[in-house]
């Protein structure tokens, strides 16, 4: 039997430090992973957008910082833990 991948945005998420506090993402459901993680010349508007809106925001931002994580977290664009964009 082959397991299906689940490509949605929750699996991305933490699963370190509080994981409950996760389920309250604004990007927890959406079906486009990929959105967060765009190339150099690719917009992120739709993904800041989501960001603006969440009650996660700062907490987002701060754990892409203290772990070097690369793509759009709490609405700002990382790559390696330093931002890139806003």
Do not use: I, N
Not at 3 to 18: E, G, I, Q, R, W
Not at 54 to 72: D, H, I, N, S, Y
């Amino acid at each position: 039997m082959t397991d299906v991948l689940d490509t949605t945005l929750s699996t991305l998420l933490p699963a370190s430090d509080d994981p409950t506090g996760w389920v309250d993402a604004a990007c927890r459901a959406d079906p486009e992973p990929d959105r967060w993680f765009p190339f150099p010349t690719e917009d992120f508007a739709y993904a800041r957008d989501v960001c603006h809106h969440c009650p996660l925001r700062m907490r987002c931002e701060l754990f892409a910082r203290a772990t070097g994580q690369t793509g759009v977290w709490g609405g700002k664009e990382f790559d390696r833990g330093r931002e890139k964009r806003t």
